[in-house]
């Protein structure tokens, strides 16, 4: 167990007292993103992270603060999403916590495993890769009932070898501004690492992977390339795209419920703190860019 530094808080007669050390555990969790306005809390609003510090805070007996990989957008869903928090005397059987938890919370959202984490593990600057899945169905019958909250119909005939072309453009670190929609501040240079498409039957998954992604970015990829595949836009139009440095009109955003996040990467223990310092760093313009960063 990797306990934290004791900090230490003044006290009435100008001494010292430390604070109770805490732990850090991380929560490997599944939700079905349908019925919740996204990750982030928000006053008034269902969202993913309210309801799991709500039910951790009233098993754990202390409030509870999340940080997570990554801020899903309302509708999108997540079978590998990872937070950690730092917890006061936590139980010792941390698989007996798991079965609690399942009691607490809703069917639509799961926590499937806690585990201790190092003291520099951080779900979100310590990862190096984030992996999601866009899944849509091209059957004449739309989509199977049981999978009508997680894929997406496309009854429009796709060219599958032009997207395959038109994604394989968009690899490598470039400055996705013309498909995130902008946050003050913040830099939309990312390294894109795979864009995917796999048929099976009339199944048809995008497998998007990269360092980071910004707001919207996923299901603007996707959308660009699906009018591709449409014959609505040239492979040319999508490469060109990424020279753009403003958020395109051009680019409709896919459906939220055909995207899942599927899994996040991090680095063995002894480089996450290294980690976490480059990905802290704010990226430099893409002409000084030298290596890849986080959020």
Same mark, same amino acid.
């Given at each position: 167990?990797?306990?934290?530094?004791?900090?230490?808080?003044?006290?009435?007669?100008? &001494?010292?007292?430390?604070?109770?050390?805490?732990?850090?555990?991380?929560?490997?969790? !599944?939700?079905? &993103?349908?019925?919740?306005?996204?990750?982030? =809390?928000?006053?008034?609003? =269902?969202?993913?992270?309210?309801?799991?510090?709500? !039910?951790?805070?009233?098993?754990?007996r202390q409030p509870i603060?999340?940080? $997570?990989?990554?801020?899903?957008?309302?509708?999108? %869903?997540?079978? &590998?999403? $990872?937070? %950690?928090?730092?917890?006061?005397?936590?139980?010792?059987?941390?698989?007996?916590?798991?079965?609690?938890? !399942?009691?607490?919370?809703?069917?639509?959202?799961?926590?499937?495993?806690? !585990?201790?984490?190092?003291?520099?593990?951080?779900?979100?600057?310590?990862?190096?890769?984030? %992996?999601?899945?866009?899944?849509?169905?091209?059957?004449?019958? &739309?989509?199977?009932?049981?999978?009508?909250?997680?894929?997406?119909?496309?009854?429009?005939?796709?060219? $599958?070898?032009?997207?395959?072309?038109?994604?394989?453009?968009?690899?490598?670190?470039?400055?996705?501004?013309?498909?995130?929609?902008?946050?003050?501040?913040?830099?939309?240079?990312?390294?894109?690492?795979?864009?995917?498409?796999?048929? =099976?039957?009339?199944?048809?998954?995008?497998?998007?992977?990269?360092?980071?992604?910004?707001?919207?970015?996923?299901?603007?990829?996707? #959308?660009?390339?699906?009018?591709?595949?449409? #014959?609505?836009?040239?492979?040319?139009?999508?490469?060109?795209?990424?020279?753009?440095?403003?958020?395109?009109?051009?680019?409709?955003?896919?459906?939220?419920?055909?995207?899942?996040?599927?899994?996040?990467?991090?680095?063995?223990?002894e480089g996450l703190a290294?980690?976490?310092?480059?990905?802290?760093?704010?990226?430099a313009p893409l002409s000084?860019?030298?290596?890849?960063? #986080?959020?």
């Open positions: 167990m990797s306990l934290t530094d004791q900090p230490v808080v003044p006290v009435g007669d100008g &001494g010292l007292t430390p604070l109770l050390p805490s732990t850090r555990i991380r929560l490997d969790v !599944s939700y079905d &993103g349908t019925d919740f306005k996204g990750w982030a =809390r928000q006053p008034g609003l =269902r969202t993913v992270c309210g309801v799991l510090e709500e !039910s951790l805070s009233t098993v754990l603060v999340l940080t $997570v990989a990554g801020r899903t957008d309302a509708g999108v %869903h997540a079978e &590998g999403q $990872v937070a %950690h928090v730092d917890v006061v005397d936590p139980p010792t059987d941390l698989d007996k916590l798991v079965h609690r938890m !399942s009691k607490f919370l809703p069917a639509d959202v799961r926590i499937k495993r806690i !585990s201790l984490a190092p003291k520099d593990f951080d779900a979100r600057f310590s990862a190096i890769r984030r %992996h999601y899945v866009y899944r849509l169905t091209t059957a004449a019958y &739309g989509v199977d009932p049981l999978e009508s909250r997680s894929v997406v119909a496309w009854r429009r005939g796709l060219d $599958v070898g032009a997207m395959q072309a038109a994604s394989d453009r968009l690899l490598g670190l470039h400055d996705f501004a013309a498909f995130c929609k902008r946050r003050e501040g913040a830099t939309t240079v990312r390294e894109l690492q795979r864009f995917d498409w796999v048929e =099976r039957g009339d199944r048809l998954d995008a497998y998007v992977s990269a360092d980071a992604f910004c707001w919207s970015m996923v299901r603007s990829l996707v #959308g660009a390339v699906l009018f591709v595949g449409e #014959g609505k836009r040239t492979v040319q139009w999508v490469g060109e795209l990424v020279d753009e440095r403003d958020r395109s009109p051009m680019i409709t955003v896919a459906p939220a419920r055909g995207l899942s996040l599927v899994a996040v990467d991090y680095p063995e223990p290294a980690r976490n310092l480059a990905t802290r760093e704010m990226r000084e860019a030298t290596g890849c960063c #986080g959020d």
